[in-house]
């Protein structure tokens, strides 16, 4: 258990944030590199509510000191009060956890600051870019968008990852991490802004590591014109 948790812990109990202790039921390796992780939610989920994208912050100890990161939930059942979280496993404490996660492993959970606004009008095409880190919640949108179609641009491979995209339906294009993500802009810049001329009501999400999609944000939004409404942006990850 994470003793005290800083400034950080202090400022979500002003928000009201809601806290919980989840309890690991099972772990498997889906990769070499991502690992998925089943909790019982100690009363989340009944307490709370589900909505798509819905992500929970995790408390760490880091030498001692607290360290909370944001996972989505992965297949969240109410009724069982049960669901999964994903790790894009690499260096540091919340990888470290993960890697020995073992049922009966309890771990502190907090939420606040999660929501989902489902874009009205429903989307005639989703434009998604996103990454190992963003898997989960990227799999949750396009559930919550049912029969719209996709481009999905996303940054590394995702060859023996759990990416629900339907052949036919979403067209995912691979783009290797180069540059601490400026290929991944390059690709972007050069494919979105055709697509969005024959597209009547896009909808474009973007979820990367921080730098990326700031720079993604502010093409998208002032130099291609859509309006803030028909986007969402949200750094997943700082680039060390």
């Keep these: 258990m994470v003793q005290g948790r800083g400034w950080e812990g202090a400022v979500l109990r002003l928000l009201r944030a809601k ?24 009363g989340m989920l009944a307490a709370t509510g589900v909505h798509p994208t819905m992500w929970v912050r995790l408390w760490f100890d880091n030498a001692g000191r607290p360290h909370q990161r944001a996972y989505t939930l992965v297949d969240p059942d109410p009724a069982a009060g049960t669901f999964g979280l994903e790790f894009a496993l690499h ?12 049922p009966g492993d309890t771990i502190e959970a907090t939420v606040q600051g999660t929501g989902f606004e489902e ?5 005639s095409h989703l434009f998604a870019v996103g990454d190992p880190a963003s898997l989960p919640a990227l799999n949750s949108l396009l ?8 481009t999905i641009w996303f940054e590394g491979t995702l060859d ?25 802009v390059e690709r972007v810049r050069t494919d979105l802004p055709e697509l969005l001329r024959a597209t009547g009501n ?3 999400w973007i979820a990367c590591d921080t730098a990326t999609t700031r720079t993604l944000s502010a093409f998208v939004r002032k130099e291609l014109g859509v309006p803030r409404q028909r986007t969402h942006a949200l750094g997943y990850w700082r680039a060390g």
């Design 143 to 150: 559930d919550a968008l049912g029969s719209a179609p996709a």
């Design 91 to 102: 260096e540091g404490c919340a990888s470290d956890w993960a890697r020995a996660a073992k």
């Design 160 to 184: 023996g990852l759990p990416c629900r995209a339907e052949p036919g339906r979403h067209e995912v294009r691979e783009v290797p991490r180069r540059d601490s993500g400026a290929a991944l």
């Design 119 to 123: 874009p009205s009008p429903t989307p």
């Design 19 to 42: 806290d919980f202790s989840l309890t690991v039921t099972d772990a498997e390796d889906v990769t070499a590199d991502y690992r998925r992780v089943r909790f019982t939610d100690g």
């Design 202 to 204: 896009p909808y474009v």
